[in-house]
């Protein structure tokens, strides 16, 4: 930089500065090349939620009560506590949980193979619930069935017991009471009835 008692204005020496730029580069590091963080394709979860055993409980939280044992759910892996159990969904399903966890939020796109299998595993399942569903209607066709048997066999005990009764009363009197009313007889004077 030369300065004149003429000229008011700075000048750079072009030279000197190049130099020292150069010199500035060379001395620099090299920044490393970090590779980016290679994530897990985001995939389904192996364990239940439990969103119910602490429905309807009642806790006493004071100063010095732990994080995860305070009112709410707590998440172990972010450390952290969510008030309700849809925020608590949504902090699960998130992008922050879920980079801890060590995914991204990518989907692995399915093959054509793969979706068939899955169509194959769903139809399986489906037979099977039919199987069960046959096997009940089966059982509670059957049961129907000896019930119907049982009301009937009833009812045929209860007409044999009124022939037996009829022909009790054809026997002893030879007419039915009811049909011995009827034509105005009231027995043969053996007892004394006032009808």
Same mark, same amino acid.
């Given at each position: 930089?030369?300065?004149?008692? !003429? !000229?008011?204005?700075?000048?750079?020496?072009?030279?000197?500065?190049?130099?020292?730029?150069?010199?500035?580069?060379?001395?620099?590091?090299?920044?490393?090349?970090?590779?980016?963080?290679?994530?897990?394709?985001?995939?389904?979860?192996?364990?239940?939620?439990?969103?119910?055993?602490?429905?309807?409980?009642?806790?006493? $939280? %004071?100063?010095?009560?732990?994080?995860?044992?305070? +009112?709410?759910?707590?998440?172990?892996?972010?450390?952290?506590?969510?008030?309700?159990?849809?925020?608590?969904? !949504?902090? $699960?399903? +998130?992008?922050?949980?879920?980079? %801890?966890? +060590?995914?991204?939020?990518?989907?692995?796109?399915?093959?054509? =193979?793969?979706?068939?299998?899955?169509?194959?595993?769903?139809?399986?399942?489906?037979?099977?619930?039919?199987?069960?569903?046959?096997?009940?209607?089966?059982?509670?066709?059957?049961?129907?069935?000896?019930?119907?048997?049982?009301?009937?066999?009833?009812?045929?005990?209860?007409?044999?017991?009124?022939?037996?009764? !009829?022909?009790? =009363?054809?026997?002893?009197?030879?007419?039915?009471?009811?049909?011995?009313?009827?034509?105005?007889?009231?027995?043969?004077?053996?007892?004394?009835?006032?009808?």
């Amino acid at each position: 930089m030369s300065m004149r008692p !003429d !000229d008011h204005r700075r000048k750079w020496n072009k030279d000197e500065y190049e130099k020292l730029a150069a010199e500035r580069l060379l001395n620099q590091v090299a920044p490393k090349e970090e590779e980016p963080v290679q994530r897990e394709n985001l995939k389904r979860r192996d364990y239940k939620v439990d969103l119910d055993s602490k429905l309807g409980k009642s806790v006493v $939280i %004071n100063k010095n009560t732990p994080t995860s044992q305070s +009112g709410g759910y707590y998440c172990n892996v972010c450390d952290c506590v969510v008030k309700d159990s849809i925020n608590f969904l !949504d902090h $699960i399903n +998130g992008k922050k949980h879920q980079r %801890n966890l +060590g995914m991204s939020m990518k989907v692995e796109r399915s093959t054509v =193979d793969q979706v068939k299998e899955r169509f194959q595993q769903n139809k399986k399942k489906m037979e099977e619930k039919q199987k069960d569903y046959e096997l009940e209607r089966r059982l509670r066709e059957a049961k129907e069935e000896e019930d119907r048997y049982k009301e009937h066999r009833k009812e045929k005990r209860k007409e044999r017991k009124r022939k037996v009764e !009829d022909q009790d =009363d054809f026997a002893s009197g030879g007419l039915p009471e009811d049909m011995a009313a009827i034509m105005g007889f009231s027995g043969f004077g053996g007892s004394k009835k006032n009808s």
